[in-house]
């Protein structure tokens, strides 16, 4: 990574993705997120509490996500409220990034983000670069009818790279929406739905757009916004976008009371209430050839953008922590439960070869005469010999020379016996052993590896990200 043009905070952001989605094929450095699905594969093998336990309940194994390097900001609001011209100030390129103007302009999703050099993605590959969307809103499925719950959604994604760095916008992925109307037949999919979707899954900040003219086409607007204070209330700011336009401060203030009831009348609808510092204040896009003194809330949103920026480093540091210490916990379990597999094949195949090995000789000893002389002959004992006094030692002379005679005494006939013995004693052993797996040595040394890599190597730059952090801070508080 080359950090020398990179904020703190952009480094450590960055650093924390890398830390997921690194592939090494040197297999030195291991993502979370292979790790992740190591693990998984693991657990399954070995059939782990973990994997029976989600096996009960039908769950599908965990899957680790990176942590987006971006603070992901969405905007929402009436068609034409300023939504599109407000990412396109806050990022400063030129070209302009967004299209503009009065008519309905935006009727997709449009992702605009910093990156190396100018690109565009849309349909699938546009999605695929937000693996949480992808997996949450492109493959889901009705479980009754078995139909994607949002068809054809991945037509309506498109993503901007842009190598701008103004303002914070490195680390800022905007989200621009279609604009709403209170016409349903303008889309081609259930808008609010996926911007509920999102809120939920994406987005770290939402801002809702509500402009002074639009007012007659704010019920769908004001509807989405009272659901979203419903469901994520700690990321919505609302907003009365092109403030410059109201003629008068006196109208400027009828707007916002007529917004503000409309708010809090849908939002207490749904049994809710409007957080305690709830307010709307008034933005519109700076132009220095308009001379008005009006209040403008747009630096305060870009103040407030820096401050999340904040929050996410350590959320995302946080989230790390969290993933690396239950991989650390479920790959020692792994290993503990690979052990105690191969401990109890061990013994249940031994004890079941041997009870075998005894059964089998005490019955042949019982009943068959051959054998019978053939033991006798072996360990050099005889009827005439056991009445002597010094059986022990002759006994213990003859066990010496076993190997010699044995060869002697077992012909062709009994060699055949003894191999047969020996591979029943085998099948046994294996099917005492049980069908409990254990890792082989591949997994084994992959497991080590991993688990070394976790142990040591992440938690020393666990370390030094969360060193780098508080120096950050302390950076910070002194300015
Ligand atoms: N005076 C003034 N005009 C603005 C402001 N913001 C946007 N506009 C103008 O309003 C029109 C609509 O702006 P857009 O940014 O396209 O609005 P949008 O919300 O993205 O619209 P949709 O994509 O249709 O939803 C454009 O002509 C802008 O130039 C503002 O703060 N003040
Ligand atoms: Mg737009």
Same mark, same amino acid.
């Given at each position: 990574m080359d950090t020398a043009l990179l904020s703190k905070s952009e480094q450590i952001l960055a650093e924390v993705k890398e830390i997921y989605t690194v592939e090494d094929t040197e297999g030195i450095k291991y993502g979370l997120v292979k790790v992740g699905e190591f693990?998984?594969?693991?657990? +399954?093998?070995?059939?782990?509490?973990?994997?029976?336990?989600?096996? %009960?309940?039908?769950?599908?194994?965990?899957?680790?996500? $990176?942590?987006?390097?971006?603070?992901?900001?969405?905007?929402?609001?009436?068609?034409?409220?300023?939504?599109?011209?407000?990412?396109?100030?806050?990022?400063?390129?030129?070209?302009?990034?967004?299209?503009?103007?009065?008519?309905?302009?935006?009727?997709a999703f449009h992702f605009v983000q910093h990156g190396k050099a100018r690109k565009s993605y849309d349909k699938e590959a546009a999605l695929e670069l937000y693996p949480v969307l992808y997996d949450k809103l492109f493959k889901r499925t009705n479980p009754k009818t078995g139909k994607k719950t949002f068809p054809d959604i991945e037509k309506y994604f498109y993503v901007e790279i842009v190598p701008e760095r103004n303002r914070s916008f490195p680390v800022v992925d905007f989200v621009d929406t279609p604009g709403m109307t209170d016409e349903k037949s303008d889309y081609?999919? +259930?808008?609010?739905?996926?911007?509920?979707?999102?809120?939920?899954? %994406?987005?770290?900040?939402?801002?809702?757009?509500?402009? $002074?003219?639009?007012?007659?086409?704010?019920?769908?607007?004001?509807?989405?916004?009272?659901?979203?204070?419903?469901?994520?209330?700690?990321?919505v700011k609302v907003f009365l976008s092109r403030a410059d336009e109201c003629k008068s401060d006196n109208d400027l203030q009828q707007c916002l009371v007529q917004m503000s009831t409309a708010l809090t009348v849908k939002v207490t609808k749904?049994?809710?209430?409007?957080?305690?510092t709830f307010g709307i204040p008034a933005l519109y896009k700076p132009d220095p050839s308009n001379a008005t003194t009006r209040a403008n809330a747009i630096h305060a949103v870009c103040?407030?953008?820096?401050?999340?920026?904040d929050r996410k480093v350590q959320r995302n540091i946080e989230h790390f922590?969290?993933?690396?210490?239950?991989?650390v916990e479920r790959i020692k379990e792994i290993d503990a439960k690979d052990k105690q597999a191969g401990k109890a094949r061990l013994v249940n195949g031994l004890s079941s070869a041997l009870i075998f090995q005894v059964i089998l000789f005490t019955l042949l000893l019982a009943f068959t005469d051959l054998f019978k002389a053939q033991v006798q002959d072996l360990f050099g004992f005889h009827k005439d010999a056991c009445a002597a006094t010094d059986v022990p030692l002759q006994t213990m002379t003859s066990m010496a020379c076993f190997l010699f005679k044995f060869s002697a005494v077992v012909g062709a006939t009994n060699l055949f016996y003894t191999a047969a013995v020996g591979v029943l004693t085998l099948v046994i052993f294996r099917f005492a052993a049980g069908n409990q797996k254990v890792l082989n040595?591949?997994?084994?040394?992959?497991?080590?590896?991993?688990?070394?890599?976790?142990?040591?190597?992440?938690?020393?730059?666990?370390?030094?990200?969360?060193?780098?952090?508080?120096?950050?801070?302390?950076?910070?508080?002194?300015?």
């Open positions: 693990v998984n594969t693991l657990e +399954e093998y070995l059939s782990t509490d973990r994997a029976r336990q989600r096996q %009960k309940s039908s769950e599908p194994p965990p899957k680790i996500y $990176p942590p987006s390097k971006f603070l992901t900001v969405m905007l929402i609001g009436n068609h034409s409220s300023g939504k599109s011209t407000f990412i396109n100030w806050y990022v400063g390129a030129t070209p302009e990034v967004q299209k503009v103007g009065e008519a309905a302009t935006t009727s081609h999919f +259930e808008v609010e739905d996926v911007i509920l979707e999102m809120a939920q899954h %994406k987005a770290d900040l939402i801002l809702v757009f509500l402009d $002074p003219r639009g007012q007659a086409f704010c019920q769908r607007t004001i509807e989405t916004a009272a659901k979203l204070f419903q469901i994520v209330p700690e990321k749904l049994g809710h209430s409007l957080p305690t103040e407030d953008i820096d401050k999340q920026v922590k969290t993933d690396h210490a239950l991989l040595a591949d997994q084994r040394k992959k497991l080590r590896n991993v688990q070394q890599y976790l142990e040591k190597t992440l938690a020393e730059r666990k370390g030094t990200i969360i060193e780098d952090l508080r120096s950050e801070s302390v950076n910070t508080d002194d300015r």
